[in-house]
Structures are given as structure tokens and as C-alpha cells.
Nanobody, 120 residues
Framework: QVQLVESGGGLVQPGGSLRLSCAASGSIFSINAMGWYRQGPGKQRELVASINSVATTNYADSVKGRFTISRDNGENTVYLQMNNLRPEDTAVYYC??????????????WGQGTQVTVSS
């Protein structure tokens, strides 16, 4: 069984910063890509950033230059550093991890979601 636990969301003023964390634990053999998605009010879930097993990163155009994704392979954790936040970044943020469990085939796992609200 695999669990993803997210932390770091909250309320921040425009221009502020937040750092999200997502730790994977349980019966994990290896982790491939890790990423962050978000779903704003009345919107579809969208990819924010991803990082693969060799640390190649990919960002949505709307966050390039403001957000940075990183991972700690020893801790099975992915981070999202968010700077210069804007009201339009308000959303529930979900981590996604593509991994091989100890038993079974490769699969995607999702965190529970953490609310990020950018407002003055």
C-alpha cells in the first residue's frame, strides 16, 4: 500500500511565497515521475510542474519563472516552491507520483490535496 501526504498550503497575500511538500511512503519499489497539479474554482485540473527520475523538469507556462519543482529521492518527497504568487494561483494543489510498488504494476498515485489561497 502506498500513501502520499501533502503539506504546506495556506493563505498568502499576492506576491508572497509558499512551499508545498508531498511525501510518498509504503510499499514502494521505485519512483518515476513526480508532479503537481491544481484545480481552481470552476476549472479543470491542470498540470503545474513535473520532474522525472533524472530531474528533468516541466512547467506550465503560467508558472514559469515563479515556481520551482524539486525532489529528494532519499526521502521520496517532491516539493513545489511557489514565489510571487498571484490570485489566479488560488486552487487545490495535488501531488501525483508515478511509481512501481513492491507488488503490482506501475501506477499513478494522488495526494489528498492542499488548498492554496492567494488574496489580500
Amino acid at each position: 500500500q502506498v500513501q502520499l501526504v501533502e503539506s504546506g498550503g495556506g493563505l498568502v497575500q499576492p506576491g508572497g511565497s509558499l512551499r508545498l511538500s508531498c511525501a510518498a511512503s509504503g510499499s514502494i519499489f521505485s519512483i518515476n515521475a513526480m508532479g503537481w497539479y491544481r484545480q481552481g474554482p470552476g476549472k479543470q485540473r491542470e498540470l503545474v510542474a513535473s520532474i522525472n527520475s533524472v530531474a528533468t523538469t516541466n512547467y506550465a507556462d503560467s508558472v514559469k519563472g515563479r515556481f520551482t519543482i524539486s525532489r529528494d529521492n532519499g526521502e521520496n518527497t517532491v516539493y513545489l516552491q511557489m514565489n510571487n504568487l498571484r490570485p489566479e494561483d488560488t486552487a487545490v494543489y495535488y501531488c501525483n507520483v508515478n511509481l512501481w510498488p513492491v507488488e503490482g504494476g506501475m501506477a499513478d498515485y494522488w495526494g489528498q490535496g492542499t488548498q492554496v489561497t492567494v488574496s489580500s
